[in-house]
């Protein structure tokens, strides 16, 4: 009796703590909590000698009603543009002048004019629950006067990511194929490659399967495989594989790309549709150029060659004049057009002039040592039209 008389008693003693944290937990509502005050500051001037001088933004704390996690945002505002420069734990926020004046003139933030000085608005956001907005709260806007300087960034350039393995000749240098990052510093990488198992080859391995790994550069330093879902490059990373075949892959990465994952699309079709070719729903199967045939004296050079390029190619016996895009898998989903030198993701309809006997090409590949030096960023996909004979 006495044993279930101290359950007893713990259970009451719990079920009391259980209903005090349930108390403090619920003390305010949403409307009750107060947002964070942001401290007023005077104007900040930027120039080349203050660069490494740091400025503090600071604000009140917010009381949810019991010690949680508050994540704080500080953002600023130009010209009804809002911008995040950061986020803290606490109430306050250091950063550089450099850093601060680079994030304000970023052209693909808030583009505040270089060298002037320019009137930016900063807040803070704070929430203790991410992706729910329902105790989120904005603190009111302090105004500044900024004096900025041209942008110390480095500007981007897009970004290839190699792919190594049996079906290249275990070549991270063979300039090829190559992945290309799709924004701006994304760490987020796609594009076309056909994996093969290396046959006819003396890359052939016994599973039949294509061994391959991911490198940052264009050799083996630092180099990625492993598990798909998280491969990483710590010691000697396991081969990834595949089986063999034509893929639409991407992979991101941790910002210091040591680690990553990849996701592998099997490709059914690489087409041309449009009037062109009859009308726009008819396509035009292209095919991998270059792969030599089996027994072919120089199949090795000429196998690894193909894989590099990462070109399709295909003739229409009875084309006309008229217009095309390329396309993936019969589908619009993923479609290309524009301008034939660099053609975009869903871009305008492309102009032919040609009739007869015609051939349309398309390249995955990029001209790599081109884009690396290219601040304007085209698109690394390419497509030809011409007469064939």
Known sequence: MKFLRYISIFAAASLLFACYEDDKMMAMSADEVVAPVM???TSIVVDETNLNNEVTFTWSEVDYGYPAEVTYSLFANYQDVDYQIGQSYTASYTITKENLNNAL?????????????STV???VTSNISAGNDTYAKRSNAIQMDITTVKSTAAPWIRRPLYIAGNFQGWNPGAR???LWEDGENSDVYEGLVYLGAGNNTSNKLDDGLCHFKFCVEDSWAGNLGGDPDKFTNEGDPEHLLAEEGLYWIEVTLSADHSTGSVKLTPVESISVIGSVVGNWDTDIDLTLA????????DYDNLYYTAMQNQIFTGVCD???AGEFKYRLNHDWATNWGGDLAHLKEGGANIASPYSGKVRFSINFHGDIDALAEDTTNPSPISGTVEQAE
């Open 39 to 41: 401290n007023e500051m």
């Open 290 to 297: 270059g792969v030599p045939a089996v027994g072919d004296a």
């Open 318 to 320: 009875n084309a006309v």
């Open 121 to 123: 608005y900063f807040y």
């Open 105 to 117: 003139v970023n052209t693909k933030g808030l583009a505040v004019p270089e060298g002037a000085t």
């Open 176 to 178: 090829g194929p190559v």
